[in-house]
């Protein structure tokens, strides 16, 4: 799957966590489809990124717990949330951030667009000008 990641990452309280925790929540955030949803096992998941069933369990749960650290407030600073019992869980802001970069994207490209367009109006305007 593909995920946009954004560089305010760096300044969240993920990057106090372990390397190993970090590069779970990476790989959950590559995971998940495009609503935010991991529809997995934990052996699935630790299957597929090569760490201890164990270890990626240990991850999730610390994932559920609240972050007194986040900048959010959105489910106490919460990273997941169970969808069943056994296994699946969802991105608690994963919505929030994907449609946060569309947006910018949309203003960049509006932004290049009208900057192209006065361009072309200026170079038209000097040679109109130049005759």
């Given at each position: 799957m593909?995920v946009?990641?954004?560089?305010?990452?760096?300044?969240?309280?993920?990057?106090?966590?372990?390397?190993?925790?970090r590069?779970?929540?990476?790989?959950?955030?590559?995971?998940?489809d495009?609503?935010?949803?991991?529809?997995?096992?934990?052996?699935?998941?630790?299957r597929?990124?090569?760490?201890?069933?164990i270890?990626?369990?240990?991850?999730?749960d610390?994932?559920m717990?609240?972050d007194?650290?986040?900048?959010?407030?959105?489910?106490?600073?919460?990273?997941?949330?169970?969808v069943?019992?056994?296994?699946?869980?969802?991105?608690?802001?994963?919505i929030?951030?994907?449609?946060l970069?569309?947006?910018?994207?949309?203003?960049?490209?509006?932004?290049?667009y009208?900057k192209?367009?006065?361009?072309?109006?200026?170079?038209?305007n000097t040679?109109?000008?130049?005759?």
């Amino acid at each position: 799957m593909f995920v946009k990641v954004h560089e305010q990452i760096f300044s969240s309280s993920i990057m106090e966590e372990s390397v190993e925790t970090r590069y779970i929540w990476f790989c959950l955030l590559t995971l998940a489809d495009k609503e935010g949803f991991i529809d997995m096992t934990v052996p699935a998941i630790a299957r597929r990124i090569n760490i201890s069933d164990i270890t990626v369990a240990s991850a999730i749960d610390k994932f559920m717990l609240p972050d007194r650290s986040s900048r959010t407030a959105t489910a106490d600073g919460r990273r997941l949330e169970k969808v069943r019992e056994s296994f699946g869980w969802k991105i608690i802001n994963y919505i929030h951030y994907r449609d946060l970069r569309s947006e910018e994207s949309r203003r960049e490209y509006m932004r290049n667009y009208m900057k192209d367009r006065r361009d072309v109006n200026k170079k038209a305007n000097t040679n109109v000008n130049c005759k």
